[in-house]
Structures are given as structure tokens and as C-alpha cells.
């Protein structure tokens, strides 16, 4: 989408704004979401799933309440999360055991957290239009996610492995 192209630049800049002087995650986290909600058009979800316990626990997000938990290897969250790949789902009513959590998401795109080889998360964003996400932005929602990685201190989250 060329929208990516077009903010990407200006995302990333606001990004490193609000993270500066921050490592809090979950401060970090919630002003991620919030950015990326208020500048990607055409998303009606999006945030963060963190690796609490063993499973994905949601974090910080934008959008109607969601399930609260998802384990490695479930829906498309857990997939990019078990793979440790980004996974962009063109239909997610053609992606088997994808978790309808805002019967309003028709794609998906997720990108899995990862800091020195540990996997912190994911980051998912949810949009009504089927094939709203490809590369640019999945290269964009990259980059941000490496962003946050960078800016905060993981141990003060209680995320496996920290
Ligand atoms: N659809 C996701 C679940 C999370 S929500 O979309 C917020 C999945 O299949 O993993």
C-alpha cells in the first residue's frame, strides 16, 4: 500500500519521539498502538500480545476489547509468534484456526517481537478490507516494532525469559 511509503517516515520519527527518555514497556507498548491506529487508515484493531506464562496475553491495543489469551502456535498471532516470521493474511476467513476476536477484521497482519533471539510478543493490526496489508507495510510495522524492542527495558514486564 503506498500509504506506507507516505507516512512511514513520519510514523518512525513520531515513534522515537514518544519512546525518548522512556523504558517502560508497557508505556512504550500502549503509545506504539496508538500511533499506529491513529496513522495507518483502514484498521479497526490493532496492538500487542505479550509471552506471559508460556502463552500470548494481550497488552496495550486500540480497538474493541479481545481474547485475552492465545497459545504458541494458535491463529495467526501464534503462528508469526511460533515461527518467529511476520504472517500477512490477505482473507483471515481463509487462514484455518484464525481466532475471531472483531467479527469487523477480514485481514491481518502480524509481526513477531523478538530482542537478542528471545520472543518478547507479537504486534497484530486487524483491518475490514481484505488485503489491506502487504509488504510496505508489513516493512513499516517491522520497523516499528524493532523500535520499540530497542526502547524499553523487557524486565520490567514479566515477559518469559526476562
Ligand atoms: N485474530 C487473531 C487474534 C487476535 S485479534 O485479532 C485481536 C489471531 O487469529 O491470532
Not at 506504539?32 to 500480545?49: H, I, K, Q, R, S
Not at 497488552?59 to 501464534?78: D, K, N
Not at 481463509?94 to 472483531?102: A, R, S, T
Amino acid at each position: 500500500m503506498q500509504v506506507a511509503k507516505e507516512i512511514g517516515g513520519d510514523l518512525l520519527q513520531m515513534a522515537a519521539g514518544v519512546f525518548a527518555g522512556e523504558r517502560d514497556p508497557w508505556a512504550n507498548a500502549a503509545n506504539a498502538a496508538a500511533l499506529l491506529f491513529e496513522t495507518l487508515p483502514d484498521l479497526n484493531w490493532v496492538g500487542f500480545y505479550f509471552l506471559r506464562g508460556g502463552e500470548l496475553v494481550v497488552g496495550p491495543f486500540q480497538g474493541r476489547a479481545a481474547c485475552v489469551r492465545i497459545p504458541l502456535g494458535a491463529g495467526v498471532c501464534g503462528a508469526a509468534a511460533k515461527r518467529r516470521e511476520t504472517v500477512i493474511i490477505r482473507d483471515v476467513h481463509e487462514f484455518p484456526g484464525h481466532i475471531p476476536c472483531d467479527a469487523a477484521s477480514n485481514s491481518e497482519l502480524v509481526i513477531p517481537l523478538l530482542a537478542a533471539g528471545r520472543l518478547i510478543g507479537v504486534l497484530d493490526l486487524d483491518s475490514p478490507t481484505i488485503g489491506r496489508s502487504g509488504r510496505p507495510d508489513a516493512t513499516l510495522a517491522e520497523a516499528l516494532a524493532a523500535k520499540l524492542v530497542a526502547a524499553c527495558d523487557w524486565q520490567l514486564a514479566g515477559i518469559d525469559g526476562f
